[in-house]
């Protein structure tokens, strides 16, 4: 399969939908997908055009099933050294995802485990399939799960993050649900639907806001809230067009013509 093939892109108007397609190995990540993901995701965030991404995977057996440890045994084998996901010459794929300021979407249509856990993570928000299991077997592995040691603690109760950890066990959607790990929990097939639909109310929206948005919410993360507060990253709404006509639709009952700027 070509590197082209191992990762199916589409593009509907303002959305990009990028599609995992190594069903054979349970569309898990060789370091040829690990960076075309960085590519398209690196290129999409610089896409003026693009205002929304959603990520999933071909069928329904996995969404992603972390590193091809197959292939990085052939490369112990031969001798090769590992390179921690900080220590490469690239920038780390999670760390991408999460600073790709445009909307982000994972739409999980099987089990997500190890690094698909961790790349799903990294997304803003995560619709799964009702069949979808979750966890970081790292510890059973030997591995280490930087990404998600350092995520998982954040979005979930600390107890809750060091016993996934600790056990490398997993969890089922309900439970990743109640957690508040998921969006939405739907039939299964039905995830990239779901995000589909609400990536269109997304898209409905002035695109200057939300990106501002994304932007305050990661870069304040963790701060102390008087420093928060005084962020001012990305282009400020409160001076852009598409504020003008926002408000100009609203009193005229019509729908915003966006200009991004």
Same mark, same amino acid.
């Given at each position: 399969?070509?590197?082209?093939?191992?990762?199916?892109?589409?593009?509907?108007?303002?959305?990009?939908?990028?599609?995992?397609?190594?069903?054979?190995?349970?569309?898990?990540?060789?370091?040829?997908?690990?960076?075309?993901?960085?590519?398209?995701?690196?290129?999409?965030?610089?896409?003026?055009?693009?205002?929304?991404?959603?990520?999933?995977?071909?069928?329904?057996?996995?969404?992603?099933?972390?590193?091809?440890?197959?292939?990085?045994?052939?490369?112990?084998?031969?001798?090769?050294?590992?390179?921690?996901?900080?220590?490469?010459?690239?920038?780390?794929?999670?760390?991408?995802?999460?600073?790709?300021?445009?909307?982000?979407?994972?739409?999980?249509?099987?089990?997500?485990? =190890?690094?698909?856990?961790? @790349?799903? %993570? /990294?997304?803003? +928000?995560?619709?799964? #399939?009702?069949?979808? &299991?979750?966890?970081?077997?790292?510890?059973?592995?030997?591995?280490?799960?930087?990404?998600?040691?350092?995520?998982?603690?954040?979005?979930?109760?600390?107890?809750?993050?060091?016993?996934?950890?600790?056990?490398?066990?997993?969890?089922?959607?309900?439970?990743?649900?109640?957690?508040?790990?998921?969006?939405?929990?739907?039939?299964?097939?039905? =995830?990239?639907?779901?995000? @589909?639909? %609400? /990536?269109?109310? +997304?898209?409905?929206? #002035?695109?200057?806001? &939300?990106?501002?948005?994304?932007?305050?919410?990661?870069?304040?993360?963790?701060?102390?809230?008087?420093?928060?507060?005084?962020?001012?990253?990305?282009?400020?709404?409160?001076?852009?067009?598409?504020?003008?006509?926002?408000?100009?639709?609203?009193?005229?009952?019509?729908?915003?013509?966006?200009?991004?700027?």
């Amino acid at each position: 399969m070509s590197v082209d093939d191992i990762l199916l892109t589409e593009t509907r108007g303002h959305l990009r939908i990028l599609t995992i397609n190594r069903p054979e190995r349970r569309n898990a990540m060789n370091p040829e997908l690990q960076a075309a993901l960085l590519k398209e995701f690196v290129e999409s965030g610089a896409d003026p055009n693009i205002r929304c991404i959603i990520l999933t995977a071909v069928g329904d057996a996995a969404f992603c099933a972390g590193a091809d440890l197959k292939a990085r045994k052939e490369e112990d084998d031969a001798g090769k050294p590992f390179q921690g996901v900080m220590a490469r010459e690239s920038r780390n794929l999670f760390e991408a995802v999460l600073e790709t300021f445009k909307p982000t979407i994972a739409a999980i249509n099987g089990p997500a485990v =190890a690094g698909g856990f961790e @790349l799903s %993570l /990294a997304c803003d +928000i995560r619709i799964a #399939a009702e069949h979808a &299991v979750f966890g970081l077997p790292e510890a059973k592995r030997g591995m280490g799960a930087q990404f998600g040691t350092i995520m998982l603690p954040r979005l979930v109760p600390m107890g809750i993050a060091l016993e996934m950890l600790y056990t490398g066990e997993y969890i089922d959607a309900q439970q990743a649900r109640n957690y508040g790990l998921l969006n939405r929990v739907v039939p299964r097939g039905q =995830a990239l639907a779901a995000a @589909l639909e %609400l /990536a269109d109310k +997304i898209l409905e929206n #002035a695109p200057v806001t &939300v990106r501002r948005q994304k932007e305050m919410a990661i870069k304040s993360w963790g701060l102390p809230t008087a420093t928060a507060l005084r962020l001012n990253e990305g282009i400020s709404p409160y001076e852009s067009e598409d504020r003008v006509e926002g408000i100009r639709a609203f009193v005229e009952k019509r729908k915003p013509v966006w200009k991004n700027r």
